[in-house]
């Protein structure tokens, strides 16, 4: 019954900002771990930022300073702002939520691209 859908992504020169959103149709949302993800051809699915049910938020070292993520649990959001875009961000941004109650619970939207060009 989770299901994500992503949205923001597109094409943007270097030093452009663009800002991802992903919303959550269900149920708990307050109660899921969210983060962000992303994907280049021919590379592995990397860590961009998560931000977890109390708040704390963990970036990836490439994106520190750049990027911020946050959420909205009246609206079932999580939000990726990012800023200083370069071409190595070109990927597909895929949304995740993570929850453990009584086992683990994993869902990922579709993705959204986002192309940097130089």
């Known amino acids: 019954q989770v299901q994500l859908v992503e949205s923001g992504g597109g094409l943007v020169q270097t030093g452009g900002s663009l800002r991802l959103s992903c919303a959550l149709s269900?149920?708990?949302?307050?109660?899921?771990?969210m983060g962000w993800y992303r994907q280049a051809p021919g590379k592995e699915r990397e860590l961009v930022a998560q931000i977890f049910t109390g708040g704390s938020t963990n970036y990836a070292d490439s994106m520190k300073g750049r990027f911020t993520i946050n959420r909205d649990n009246a609206k079932n959001t999580v939000n990726l702002q990012m800023n200083a875009l370069r071409p190595e961000d070109t990927a597909v941004y895929y949304c995740?939520?993570?929850?453990?109650?009584?086992?683990?619970?994993?869902?990922w939207g579709q993705g959204t691209q986002v192309t940097v060009s130089s």
């Open positions: 995740r939520a993570t929850r453990f109650y009584g086992r683990r619970y994993e869902h």
């Open positions: 269900g149920s708990l949302f307050s109660l899921f771990d």
